[in-house]
């Protein structure tokens, strides 16, 4: 089992970076896939970016390509997502995610164990 707690969030100026942190507990984090969401009120849970285990195979959104990057640490336990030139619409509660499968997978229902959250508020 995978226990993950995220950090990081804030509120941030439109165009400006943030650094979210992933920290989890566990001798097999370097087994698992790991994927960032973000959730926007009264919006669905929405994929982010997944990095492989080796972190040599990573996945991005359309919407955050070339301003995000996801990152891993293994011998840290640490997951990491760096945001660049960020946007209003941006703004969410972002989750980090451990899943078992391969691929860059997607769906919220692919992954195993989640993080409570972290708010990311982006002003205009």
């Known amino acids: 089992q995978v226990q993950l707690v995220e950090s990081g969030g804030g509120l941030v100026q439109a165009g400006g970076p943030l650094r979210l942190s992933c920290a989890a507990s566990?001798?097999?984090?370097?087994?698992?896939?790991m994927g960032w969401f973000r959730q926007a009120p009264g919006k669905e849970r929405e994929f982010v970016a997944a990095i492989s285990w080796s972190s040599l195979s990573t996945s991005y959104s359309d919407s955050v390509k070339a301003r995000f990057t996801i990152s891993r640490d293994n011998s840290r336990n640490t997951l990491y997502l760096q945001m660049n030139s960020l946007k209003p619409e941006d703004t969410a509660v972002y989750y980090c995610a451990a899943s078992r499968s391969l691929g860059g997978p997607r769906l919220v229902r692919e992954y195993d164990y989640w993080g409570q959250g972290t708010q990311v508020t982006v002003s205009s």
């Open positions: 566990g001798r097999t984090f370097s087994l698992y896939t």
